[in-house]
């Protein structure tokens, strides 16, 4: 998904970056980056899947499944 699509589907759950920043503990420009693609963190990469309920290597596309388990790509 692209930067745009993520953010439209999260405005659709109403959920914006501010609010995710609250829910992981982050700060919104942490959020922003991560969503930008310019930052990774698996743990807030996976709750963001989760929250779409799309899996997280279609969301972030760097990502893939190893053992039937999503993890980032080295």
């Given at each position: 998904m ?73």
């Amino acid at each position: 998904m692209t930067p745009d699509e993520i953010k439209a589907r999260l405005v659709e759950l109403g959920l914006t970056q501010p609010i995710l920043a609250r829910m992981f503990k982050v700060s919104d420009s942490a959020i922003n980056r991560i969503l930008q693609g310019r930052s990774r963190s698996e743990r807030i990469e996976q709750a963001i899947a989760k929250l779409l309920r799309i899996p997280v290597g279609e969301v972030f596309p760097l990502s893939e499944t190893v053992n039937d388990r999503e993890v980032l790509s080295a």
